[in-house]
């Protein structure tokens, strides 16, 4: 494996380790306050994060329009919005079934890149999409009577 690759690695598993983390903090932080408190805290948060790492690196960058707009788009509905509902749906049911549900997200990537990116799906990557969503459908639902009552 290259050196830039095992980096990834090594650095994709500590993400995930502090993921798996913020979800735990999260819960916590909602028996004190409403879904939307704790999301604005954590968005403000990562913007402290982000405008400190650009200011301290000197890794400044003009933007055009459509960069700007991207990138508003993508704070607004990619983190913002998806971060606001995820808070909300671990307050009204299993950090379990929350967190398997917003990891099926590569189905939706597939799909979505399919649409709008004009990416080509071979038979494995559909496969793989149906394997996942069968098994977050099997695993939220608990028991087969929750499934046949889905």
Not at 5 to 26: D, N, Q, R
Not at 79 to 103: F, G, Q, R
């Amino acid at each position: 494996m290259g050196n830039d690759k095992k980096t990834g690695v090594i650095l994709i598993l500590i993400a995930g380790f502090f993921w798996a983390l913020e979800t735990i903090f999260v819960r916590f932080s909602l028996k004190n306050s409403a879904p939307i408190e704790t999301a604005a805290i954590a968005v403000m948060a990562a913007s402290i994060v982000a405008l400190s790492y650009i200011f301290l690196t000197k890794k400044k960058k003009t933007l055009n329009k459509s960069e700007f707009y991207s990138l508003l788009y993508n704070g607004i509905i990619g983190t913002s919005l998806a971060m606001l509902l995820y808070y909300i749906s671990l307050s009204k049911t299993s950090i379990l079934n929350a967190v398997l549900i917003v990891h099926a997200q590569p189905i939706f990537i597939i799909i979505l890149a399919y649409i709008f990116l004009r990416e080509k799906m071979s038979k494995f990557d559909w496969f793989g999409g149906i394997i996942i969503l069968i098994s977050a459908i099997f695993v939220t639902s608990r028991s087969w009577d929750n499934l046949m009552g889905l």
